[in-house]
């Protein structure tokens, strides 16, 4: 077995590989932080593309519109109201969709939607609801369902922007 000749001669030290193998992992995490950062940026925009079924009429078109709770618009830019009240504080599904027809009765957005209510076979109701529209968005879904329209919905984070639609 070999032994050291002088009790003051240190054997061999693992302290500068650690240094480069720390500094290396900190530069890797830096490129990832940046590599993230930059693939989420602010300015990422989503466009929405509606699916045809195979068995649908390619006539068949949307009604994009978004909910946030207490707002229920057009996307991107189109008209919109705003509701007052909490949907869920009204006593009877009757009741909420009286709210809801008054709300909208007269405004830019309900003539939109009596137009789909009357082409139920070309038209149908996209909701894309953002995370504060889920407390109260069966009462919406609801109202639609009670006037003859189809209805899909798609999650939609809060943060998103209102960009266009295809």
């Known amino acids: 077995m070999a032994n050291l000749a ?19 992992l900190g530069v890797m995490v830096f490129i ?9 940026g602010a300015d ?9 079924a195979p068995d649908e009429p390619e006539t068949r078109q949307p009604l994009w519109l978004e909910w946030d709770g207490t707002r ?11 509701f007052g009240r909490d949907l869920r504080s009204i006593s009877t599904w009757n009741a909420t969709n009286e ?16 137009e789909a209510g009357l082409d139920t076979q070309n038209e149908y109701v996209v909701l ?7 407390r109260n968005f069966l009462e919406v879904q609801s109202y639609f369902e009670f006037l ?16 266009g639609v295809r």
């Not at 229920?72 to 109201?81: D, Q």
């Open 6 to 24: 002088d009790d003051d001669e240190e054997g061999i030290s693992l302290f500068p590989m650690f240094n480069i193998l720390a500094c290396t």
């Open 32 to 40: 990832l932080a940046t590599v993230a950062t930059v693939s989420l």
């Open 44 to 52: 990422r925009a989503v466009e929405l593309v509606a699916h045809i």
């Open 72 to 82: 229920l618009g057009v996307v991107p830019t189109g008209p919109s109201v705003t």
């Open 99 to 114: 709210y809801i027809s008054a709300t909208v009765a007269g405004s830019p957005l309900g003539v939109m939607i009596a």
């Open 128 to 134: 894309l609801v953002r995370p504060t529209g889920f």
């Open 148 to 163: 003859g329209l189809d209805v899909g919905y798609e999650p939609i984070p809060q943060e998103w922007q209102r960009v």
